[in-house]
T-cell receptor, first 110, second 114 residues
Framework: QKEVEQDPGPLSVPEGAIVSLNCTYS??????FMWYRQYSRKGPELLMY????GNKEDGRFTAQVDKSSKYISLFIRDSQPSDSATYLC??????????FGKGTRLHILP | DAGVIQSPRHEVTEMGQEVTLRCKPI?????LFWYRQTMMRGLELLIY????????DSGMPEDRFSAKMPNASFSTLKIQPSEPRDSAVYFC????????????FGDGTRLSIL
């Protein structure tokens, strides 16, 4: 079993829809959970950062962590064409060595 | 502010040649990370430095790969000899002094080994 599993997509949704992106993981020692966004031919940029379980909201983005189920989610409300990118979940034990999912390609259709 | 700067942006070379990738971290950042991204394996950490000292190089695939950080503003990743399976996008990232600060990525070097 891979440490971090993420559906590669592509996921296509109409503009304005709510997007749900998910990852599962196997290592119960993970404590730090992140979501990165990567545009084509660019480096990843950090979107959301969460320590341990719970929810975190930032504008149109909400990150959820369920450590009991080893499952994390990213929700995007009122999706825009500019949200079209690859979204990478990431996690770490001590917040230095980060393990990334392979990413989900998201297309927001105008 | 300038972000993480990587060079070259693209490199195409023949198998067996030496390849050197370069990275200039953000000024004031004291941690530097080298990653490799492929479709098959995703984004993988190769090595990271803290205060110019290599901390964890367990992700370096084999002895053909080496990395150095001679000072706080410059790092290199070298592949010698290169092989076609080394073709990938290589990213450098840097981070400030506190572990809860985010890693900032450069735009990568797209490497093709023929």
């Amino acid at each position: 079993q891979k440490e971090v599993e993420q559906d590669p997509g592509p996921l296509s949704v109409p503009e304005g829809a709510i997007v749900s992106l998910n990852c599962t993981y196997s290592n119960s020692a993970f404590q730090y959970f992140m979501w990165y966004r990567q545009y084509s031919r660019k480096g990843p940029e950090l979107l959301m950062y969460t320590y341990s379980s719970g929810n975190k909201e930032d504008g149109r983005f909400t990150a959820q962590v369920d450590k009991s189920s080893k499952y994390i989610s990213l929700f995007i409300r009122d999706s825009q064409p500019s949200d079209s990118a690859t979204y990478l979940c990431a996690m770490s034990v001590r917040d230095d060595k980060i393990i990334f999912g392979k990413g989900t390609r998201l297309h927001i259709l105008p | 502010d300038a972000g993480v700067i990587q060079s070259p942006r693209h490199e195409v070379t023949e198998m067996g040649q030496e390849v050197t990738l370069r990275c200039k971290p953000i000024s004031g950042h004291n941690s530097l990370f080298w990653y490799r991204q492929t479709m098959m394996r995703g984004l993988e950490l190769l090595i990271y430095f803290n205060n110019n000292v290599p901390i964890d190089d367990s992700g370096m695939p084999e002895d053909r790969f080496s990395a150095k950080m001679p000072n706080a503003s410059f790092s290199t990743l070298k592949i010698q000899p290169s092989e076609p399976r080394d073709s990938a996008v290589y990213f450098c990232a840097s981070r400030g002094p506190y572990s809860n600060q985010p890693q900032h990525f450069g735009d990568g070097t797209r490497l093709s080994i023929l």
